[in-house]
């Protein structure tokens, strides 16, 4: 490393908490721009992590960096509460026309966790009741109200443990299965299960105020759920009054190849929580929920000082012209589509490969020990780290981080797709020479 905060990256572990240092892969990069970091090594990396589900219009669109500065030269803080400005108040009108049914009020915050707890929050304050209910292996964010709504590592929870007033249900498992049963129905079955146990030993459904769920569980491992399992939950929430929350914080703007994964799925909620993809990389998100529901929930029970900033609502209308222009959803489909079938092809050849899950452009490679079939978190490690060495860098998910994460920007074309397996295929074999892994190989 050359340039002059080299020296600050070899002891970055004496300025920031491990827990900002440490995460993996944490590459040094001096520039990113479409799909690509430019690294501190003076390497080029393919990027098929959009900073975690972040970056769907690509690193530092044209367009984006032109809005940002605009902006900027206008008002660059609110707050909302002490002035108005123009750029909250046309996102909250555009937002409500790409959402569905009638989730158009708003209440914009900066982070996803955020706008969690904005919608734990209104849910509690709206029903007057005290209990959520969560599944298992969801993620919802570190602040310990939306902490008390996550289980997707129990070390997040360590010592802190904030879940007294939720209830956790197992998340919906096609591999649980039984040979020659439908999963779908399966899973419905046990859900209903589960809640009726619920129900009858530890909490009546008049104190419960919500279900709050992920639409595809992401940290846990890219879990796609069945469409009946989830409009099941639908019913129920129905059934007793209760509100429905569904996080698309990381499902949101494109990423499932409709803006929101709940037109994927063809299931309302009651409020969502939306962030990362929602301004191209500046902080911003929002709770959304009807404006009879937002209504119930009078000035001043919640509010905030930084969220809705200006620069971030002007950069936010630009993601949705850029989707739009540029047709994103689309090529989340098509590309995502494309990258499945190779990843299938590939897995042909690599008995590591476990499932390969994918909804539009969030697709999980599922890493299993040929041997015992057991999740081998480890080896993603090993085939990050290769990976990373050949020039494409990936994330990871899962309980065991046994998943491969790829959400590449939704800008991505297919010729970017075939450089980035193809690097991965040769991380793939790497691996597999160093522990003497069988593959079946073909490069
Ligand atoms: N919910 C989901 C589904 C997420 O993936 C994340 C972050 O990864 C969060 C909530 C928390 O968002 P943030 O890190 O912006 O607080």
Same mark, same amino acid.
């Given at each position: 490393?050359?340039?002059?905060?080299?020296?600050?990256? @070899?002891?970055?572990?004496?300025?920031?908490?491990?827990?900002?240092?440490? &995460?993996?892969?944490?590459?040094?990069? %001096?520039?990113?721009?479409?799909?690509?970091?430019?690294?501190?090594?003076?390497?080029?990396?393919?990027?098929?992590?959009?900073?975690?589900?972040?970056?769907?219009?690509?690193?530092?669109?044209?367009?984006?960096?032109?809005?940002?500065?605009?902006?900027?030269?206008?008002?660059?803080?609110?707050?909302?509460?002490?002035?108005?400005?123009?750029?909250?108040?046309?996102?909250?009108?555009?937002?409500?026309?790409?959402?569905?049914?009638?989730?158009?009020?708003?209440? #914009?915050?900066?982070?996803?966790?955020?706008?969690?707890?904005?919608?734990?929050?209104?849910?509690?304050?709206?029903? +007057?009741?005290?209990?959520?209910?969560?599944?298992?292996?969801?993620?919802?964010?570190?602040?310990?109200?939306?902490?008390?709504?996550?289980?997707?590592?129990?070390?997040?929870?360590?010592?802190?443990?904030?879940?007294? !007033?939720?209830?956790?249900?197992?998340?919906?498992?096609?591999?649980?299965?039984?040979?020659? =049963?439908?999963?779908?129905?399966?899973?419905?079955?046990?859900? @209903?299960?589960?809640?009726?146990?619920? #129900?009858?030993?530890?909490?009546?459904?008049?104190?419960?105020?919500?279900?709050?769920? @992920?639409? %595809?569980?992401?940290?846990?491992?890219?879990?796609?759920?069945? +469409?009946?399992?989830?409009?099941?939950?639908? &019913?129920?929430? &129905?059934?007793?009054?209760? !509100?429905?929350? #569904? &996080?698309? %914080?990381?499902?949101?703007?494109?990423?499932?190849?409709?803006?929101?994964?709940?037109?994927? #799925?063809?299931?309302?909620?009651?409020?969502?929580?939306?962030?990362?993809?929602?301004?191209?990389?500046?902080?911003?998100?929002?709770?959304?929920?009807?404006?009879? !529901?937002?209504?119930?929930?009078?000035?001043?029970?919640?509010?905030?000082?930084?969220?809705?900033?200006?620069?971030?609502?002007?950069?936010?209308?630009?993601?949705?012209?850029?989707?739009?222009?540029?047709?994103?959803?689309?090529?989340?489909?098509?590309?995502?589509?494309?990258?499945?079938?190779?990843?299938? +092809?590939? =897995?042909?050849?690599?008995?590591?490969?476990?499932?390969?899950?994918?909804?539009?452009?969030?697709?999980?490679?599922?890493?299993?020990?040929?041997?015992?079939?057991?999740?081998?978190?480890?080896?993603?490690?090993?085939?990050?780290?290769?990976?990373?060495?050949?020039?494409?860098?990936?994330?990871?998910?899962?309980?065991?981080?046994?998943?491969?994460?790829?959400?590449?920007?939704?800008?991505?074309?297919?010729?970017?797709?075939?450089?980035?397996?193809? =690097?991965?295929?040769?991380?793939?074999?790497?691996? @597999?020479?160093?522990? =003497?892994?069988?593959?079946?190989?073909?490069?």
């Amino acid at each position: 490393m050359s340039n002059s905060w080299s020296s600050l990256v @070899e002891n970055m572990g004496d300025y920031l908490a491990p827990s900002m240092a440490k &995460d993996h892969p944490n590459l040094p990069v %001096v520039k990113a721009e479409g799909c690509y970091y430019y690294g501190l090594d003076g390497k080029t990396y393919l990027d098929f992590t959009s900073g975690i589900a972040v970056a769907n219009t690509g690193h530092r669109h044209p367009k984006i960096v032109q809005s940002i500065k605009d902006a900027a030269d206008q008002l660059m803080h609110g707050p909302s509460g002490v002035i108005m400005y123009e750029s909250i108040l046309k996102l909250a009108k555009s937002l409500g026309e790409i959402l569905p049914g009638d989730l158009n009020c708003f209440f #914009f915050a900066n982070s996803g966790a955020e706008a969690i707890e904005g919608a734990l929050k209104l849910a509690k304050y709206a029903t +007057k009741r005290p209990y959520a209910i969560s599944f298992t292996g969801c993620f919802h964010g570190r602040s310990l109200g939306a902490l008390s709504v996550s289980t997707s590592k129990s070390k997040y929870r360590k010592y802190v443990n904030p879940s007294h !007033l939720t209830y956790h249900l197992p998340y919906a498992n096609m591999q649980a299965c039984p040979e020659g =049963k439908d999963p779908e129905t399966f899973c419905i079955n046990e859900l @209903e299960k589960h809640f009726e146990e619920l #129900f009858k030993h530890q909490v009546t459904p008049e104190e419960v105020a919500c279900v709050i769920l @992920e639409p %595809v569980l992401v940290e846990g491992g890219y879990i796609i759920p069945p +469409k009946g399992w989830l409009k099941k939950i639908r &019913d129920i929430c &129905d059934q007793h009054g209760i !509100l429905l929350i #569904f &996080d698309e %914080v990381q499902t949101g703007f494109g990423r499932t190849g409709e803006w929101f994964a709940t037109q994927t #799925f063809e299931v309302t909620p009651d409020i969502m929580a939306i962030a990362k993809g929602i301004a191209s990389g500046l902080p911003l998100s929002a709770t959304v929920a009807s404006k009879e !529901l937002m209504s119930k929930w009078p000035a001043g029970s919640h509010g905030t000082t930084f969220g809705g900033n200006p620069i971030a609502c002007s950069v936010a209308l630009t993601t949705l012209e850029i989707m739009k222009e540029e047709r994103l959803l689309d090529n989340a489909k098509v590309v995502g589509q494309y990258a499945t079938e190779k990843l299938k +092809k590939m =897995k042909k050849n690599h008995p590591i490969i476990g499932e390969i899950r994918s909804v539009g452009l969030m697709i999980g490679i599922e890493m299993l020990n040929p041997k015992t079939k057991k999740p081998d978190g480890n080896a993603v490690m090993k085939i990050l780290d290769y990976a990373l060495e050949q020039g494409v860098l990936f994330y990871l998910c899962g309980n065991e981080g046994e998943v491969i994460r790829m959400i590449p920007p939704l800008t991505v074309t297919k010729e970017q797709i075939d450089d980035g397996l193809s =690097k991965l295929e040769k991380a793939l074999h790497q691996f @597999e020479k160093e522990f =003497k892994i069988e593959a079946v190989s073909n490069i």
